[in-house]
Structures are given as structure tokens and as C-alpha cells.
Nanobody, 113 residues
Framework: VHLVESGGGLVQAGGSLRLSCAAS????????MGWYRQAPGKQRELVAR???????NYADSVQGRFTISRTNAKNTVYLQMNSLKHEDAAVYYC????????WGQGTLVTVSS
């Protein structure tokens, strides 16, 4: 599996970003996918996940603000992030769920005042 995340950047608190993750491999449509994040000095955590059929689950900290979606035909998973907070600042990664030990480079989200 090869994963390439994009869409991060600098955004003001309260703003929005949409992250994308392109995954290689024919197994994409058969697997649950997740978005994870790692802030400085903290462990990587699961933010949201989506099943092959589109069922979703979110961490409490992002529930109601983030939306995960996927387009199986494009082997792509998205994370729409609204009402961003300072504590959302992190490097965001996508991976299968449960995660496998193959990580992309991630995409950095910075939230300013």
C-alpha cells in the first residue's frame, strides 16, 4: 500500500480544510480507511474511520466538525475539517483501519489565532 496525503496548510481558528489521501493498490475498496494525526510530543491517534460501505466513526474531539468520506473508484479518502481549533494542529496521516505499518509522509495542519 502506498499512501499520499495532501491538503494541509495554515488556517485560522474556526476555518476549514479538506485533506485528501490517494492510496495505491487494488485492495483499497475492500478495506476500512482511517485518518490519524500526531501532534508534537503526542502519540498518533485515530481521528476518523470509514468502512468500505461508507459507515463512519469519529473521535469525540472531532465529532460534528470533521467528515470522512471516500471515493472507491479513485482510491481516495477525504477528511473535511470545519471549525478548526488550535488543538487540531498536527500532522495528519491516512492509513488502513486498523493501521498497517506503512505510513505516508503526512500533511501538516497548522491552526493560527
Amino acid at each position: 500500500v502506498h499512501l499520499v496525503e495532501s491538503g494541509g496548510g495554515l488556517v485560522q481558528a474556526g476555518g476549514s480544510l479538506r485533506l485528501s489521501c490517494a492510496a495505491s493498490g487494488r485492495i483499497f475498496s475492500l478495506n476500512s480507511m482511517g485518518w490519524y494525526r500526531q501532534a508534537p510530543g503526542k502519540q498518533r491517534e485515530l481521528v476518523a474511520r470509514i468502512t468500505p460501505g461508507g459507515s463512519t466513526n469519529y473521535a469525540d474531539s472531532v465529532q460534528g466538525r470533521f467528515t470522512i468520506s471516500r471515493t472507491n473508484a479513485k482510491n481516495t479518502v477525504y477528511l473535511q475539517m470545519n471549525s478548526l481549533k488550535h488543538e487540531d494542529a498536527a500532522v495528519y496521516y491516512c492509513n488502513l483501519w486498523p493501521a498497517v505499518e506503512v505510513w505516508g509522509q503526512g500533511t501538516l495542519v497548522t491552526v493560527s489565532s
